[in-house]
């Protein structure tokens, strides 16, 4: 089952798309809002594709062991794979069963749907940003005032102290600025690339 094809993004999607396009399609085959007959098979399809998706993107990446294993090994890891793999698809269909039952409002106010929301992040980078620039702009302005009014501040610990608390504030700009950045950029070069 191709999961990117059903959620309609790319193999190179950001987190931020996949759920964009968990949210319209979620919007779109949800039976309170669709009659159409097929539409909870449908939402079903979305909801566990958007699950697989963002379990891809935000697994961490695990090294691959440089131990060799016996084919038989390797087929009882796969059987127990392939097991887990039916378990869990069966689980996240019957929470989309579930909310498919549900009334659209009432799906929407979901923990769920609401952890969808990109704006958070977005939200989030922009305070980070804001936090830096206020580190930043506090801590030089309170170090030259207090070097300018007291000789007895003028030392290495003062300063050593500034410079952590002013590279803090460059980190929260920088890591906020990325966040904010990113995805325009991917969306950006998928652009270009496909041109």
Not at 14 to 23: C, H, M, N, P
Not at 70 to 89: G, H, M, T
Not at 99 to 104: G, K, N, P, S
């Amino acid at each position: 089952m191709d999961y990117y094809a059903i959620l309609g993004v790319s193999r190179d999607a950001t987190i931020d798309e996949v759920k964009r396009s968990y949210r319209r399609l979620a919007r779109k085959y949800h039976p309170d809002v669709n009659p159409s007959p097929d539409a909870q098979e449908r939402f079903i399809a979305v909801t566990e594709a958007y699950e697989f998706i963002i379990r891809q993107l935000t697994q961490a990446s695990v090294s691959p062991s440089s131990r060799d294993y016996s084919y038989e090994s390797n087929r009882e890891a796969q059987a127990i794979i392939d097991e887990w793999l039916k378990a869990e698809r069966e689980r996240i269909r019957a929470r989309a069963r579930k909310h498919a039952r549900m009334r659209y409002s009432q799906f929407k106010q979901t923990e769920y749907f609401k952890a969808t929301d990109t704006r958070q992040n977005q939200i989030v980078a922009s305070m980070a940003i804001l936090v830096g620039i206020f580190v930043v702009i506090g801590s030089v302005k309170g170090t030259l005032k207090v070097i300018t009014e007291n000789e007895e501040l003028r030392n290495v610990n003062y300063l050593g102290s500034f410079v952590i608390i002013f590279i803090v504030g460059i980190i929260l700009i920088a890591v906020g600025s990325v966040r904010l950045i990113n995805p325009l950029w991917k969306k950006w070069h998928r652009k270009k690339t496909t041109q």
